[in-house]
Every structure is written in C-alpha cells, then in structure tokens.
C-alpha cells in the first residue's frame, strides 16, 4: 500500500515507517521536521496547511495520522486546537479530496482524564488538560469525516504512555534521574499505570490496517498486566544495577515543591524536569481496559520488563550485545 504518515519524523512515527517499510508498503511521511532515518520518504510540512497536507495524501491508499501537540507546557495553549483539532480537519479534508478510504488516527488515553478506573473505550471522556480535551475533539471531526463518506473506515487508537528506544519522554525522564541518583519517591508507589511499548503499539496500529469493516472503531491499546509506579521504579533500579533508596517523600510535600517550581520557571524562564503536573501524574491510577484490542487476537511479542529493560540496554548501555534484547517468553 501507499501509506501517509503524518508526524512520522517522531518517536512512533520513525518506528512505523521502518516496519512498514520491511514489509513492503510504500511510506510517504508527512513532518514539520525532516526525519533523521527516513530522509528520501520525508516531505516538509505542516499539519496546519491544507494545501501542504493535501498535497502529501495525494495518490496515498491510507493515512496514519500522529502529528499533534503532545508536551505537557505548549504555550500558547492555543497550539493543541491549531495542530491537534484544526490539522484533523486538514486531514479529513484531504482524505475526502484524494479518495482514501482508511485512515488510522492515534489519540490518547488522557480522553477518560485522571484516576478514571480502568476505563474501556465505552467510559465517558472527561479530559483534564487542553492536550486530552484537544484530542477528543479530533476524534469527533474524524468520526463525521468517516460518518460523511460511505465506505470510509477510521480507527482510533488511545494509547496509554508510549515508551522505548530513542523516546525522550516522562519514562526516559525518570530512567535517567534513577540513573544519576536524583530519584526520590514521592507518594506510596501502590498506583497502577497503564503503559504500551513502542514495538508493540507499532504492530497492533499495523494490524489495524487490515481493518475491513467501513465505519468507525475505537481501542484503547496498553501492554497488560498494568505495573505500579512502585514496580517501574523497581525494575528500572534491577535494569540499572543501582540499589533502591528507601527515602519516600509524601505526596502533598512533593505536590508543594512541584507548585514551587513551577513558580520559578514561570518568573526565570527556566525548564525544570520536575513540575506539579508531572508529580499529580505520576501518582496517578491510569489505568485502561484493552480487553477489545486483545479480542482482535493481537499478541505483543514484548512485556512491559522486556520493553524498560530493552530501552534501558539501548538508552544507557551502548555496549550491551543485541543478543541481550530479545523477548523473553
């Protein structure tokens, strides 16, 4: 197939392109950024310029759409509406214009918000920030979009916290403050999180473009059982061969100093690792059902151990053999 993937200069995206790629499909990626492996397939553009999006899902047979605004600061708070909601317009507009049927559209789990159980794709949303609010109103244009051109077939994908090799986010974050003993645990550690490896959210979107059925289909996707933060934190000291430190700090002492900071770096202009936001997260049940993705007969071939220790032997060991990351089991 002729395949478009918007933001795929990123994390998921570089991933996606490489294993479709090996498997044959011709990759088109559409970027504000040129892609530091797939340069001869990477088209400059941004998601917010029809006529740019229009022109890159010409002669496409589907679209993977990833681009968004996801960082947890954007400023102005704007940014998440222009990009995430306005750029599916973009999307659906240009899909409808060039004839693609199948469009796969990766939101998010932050759609349920925070402490929401283990919700499943039925649940009412309830997003606590713009990111979360901002992807659910991309969801709804896509649905009309799918809802408006009989024949269409939309997926959505809400992915809990993505992780892995080359990812710069929270899980990289607290891998290296383990990493350089500046962890401290704040709050009991007994909260679960959902979390997806990149390897295998990576297959099941693949998956999801043999999707047949016209119309509209939502899954979470989570690499199950779900670990509690007190379990990643103990498996990412295993990973790195460092001792655990027995100190916890309380959560409303950690939530104060988070506040604090935040107060600095608004005054300073400065960017600290650790904000109010990031710790409320962190402490945070967010947990999803993907009993609906696991009924399509999707195994992932990676645990979430094999995942963090893989992305630790890649991240901090350079010299480990590539023997060292197969999946166990």
């Not at 402490?283 to 992932?300: I, L, M, Y």
């Not at 890649?314 to 060292?324: C, I, K, N, Q």
């Amino acid at each position: 197939m002729n395949i478009l993937i918007t933001g795929g200069s990123g994390f998921i995206g570089t991933v996606l392109a490489t294993r479709l790629l090996e498997q044959g499909h011709r990759v088109r990626i559409f970027d504000k950024n040129p892609s530091a492996t797939h340069q001869h397939v990477t088209r400059i553009g941004d998601i917010r310029d029809y006529d740019a999006v229009q022109s890159a899902c010409s002669g496409m047979d589907a679209v993977i759409h990833l681009a968004a605004e996801h960082a947890d600061d954007v400023d102005p708070v704007s940014l998440y509406y222009d990009v995430n909601v306005d750029g599916a317009r973009n999307i659906a507009r240009a899909c409808t214009a060039s004839g693609i049927a199948t469009l796969i559209f990766t939101s998010t789990v932050a759609v349920y918000g925070l402490n929401a159980g283990v919700a499943d794709e039925d649940a009412p949303p309830a997003p606590f920030n713009h990111y979360g609010k901002s992807k659910y109103a991309a969801e709804a244009v896509l649905a009309e979009w799918a809802e408006s051109n009989a024949g269409s077939r939309l997926v959505i994908i809400r992915p809990s916290v993505v992780f892995g090799e080359n990812n710069r986010g929270n899980v990289y974050n607290l891998i290296e403050s383990i990493q350089k003993g500046r962890f401290i645990m704040v709050g009991g550690g007994a909260n679960h999180k959902s979390m997806s490896y990149v390897e295998n959210l990576v297959l099941f979107i693949v998956r999801a473009m043999s999707q047949t059925r016209p119309g509209v289909a939502i899954y979470n996707y989570a690499d199950q059982p779900d670990l509690s933060s007190g379990e990643i934190v103990s498996i990412i000291h295993e990973a790195l061969g460092k001792r655990q430190p027995r100190i916890r700090i309380p959560y409303w002492i950690g939530i104060a100093g988070g506040h604090a900071l935040d107060l600095i770096a608004k005054l300073s202009g400065r960017r600290f690792p650790i904000s109010a936001i990031r710790i409320k997260k962190f402490n945070a049940s967010t947990e999803v059902s993907s009993a609906k993705a696991r009924a399509t007969g999707f195994e992932a071939p990676f645990s979430l151990r094999d995942g963090l220790t893989r992305m630790i032997e890649a991240e901090f060991h350079p010299s480990a053999e590539d023997g060292s990351k197969a999946p166990h089991g």
